[in-house]
């Protein structure tokens, strides 16, 4: 049997999370709303597999909803923490299914989910 690498895996984890914030925020920047959500939505979900692989010593699973991971966690998420997770859940449907096209947010709303995304992550980064 193979044994897991732990602390690889948490910092791939770790490290493509920033990867995709950066693009994230590029593509924001550029106009690119949609996809900037939906690297937004990856960065966070990287971070929080980041830390069930720290937490659990094993593989993150595969799943991409950010709220599910968050309760894989021995960590007390804010109310708010809680409900910024699940407000960009979708945005990982929106950029992989656009058929479901919704209406984009505006420029103050983007401003705060990168807001709440970099808090959050951070946040997540100081349990690694």
Not at 9 to 15: A, I, L, Q, V
Not at 32 to 42: D, M, N
Not at 87 to 98: A, F, I, K, V
Request: hydrophobic share 40%; with cysteine.
């Amino acid at each position: 049997m193979r044994s897991i690498d732990i602390e690889k895996h948490t910092e791939f984890w770790k490290s493509s999370s920033d990867e995709d914030l950066e693009v994230a925020l590029q593509l924001l920047d550029s106009g690119k709303i949609r996809h900037g959500l939906f690297f937004l939505h990856l960065s966070l979900e990287k971070i929080l597999k980041a830390c069930v692989c720290h937490k659990t010593r094993d593989m993150a699973p595969r799943t991409h909803n950010l709220v599910r991971l968050a309760d894989l966690l021995d960590v007390p998420f804010e109310q708010d923490q809680r409900w910024f997770l699940a407000d960009m859940n979708p945005y990982n449907l929106e950029g992989r299914y656009p058929q479901a096209i919704n209406p984009l947010p505006d420029k103050t709303e983007v401003e705060r989910l990168v807001e709440n995304a970099r808090s959050t992550i951070q946040w997540l980064k100081k349990k690694l």
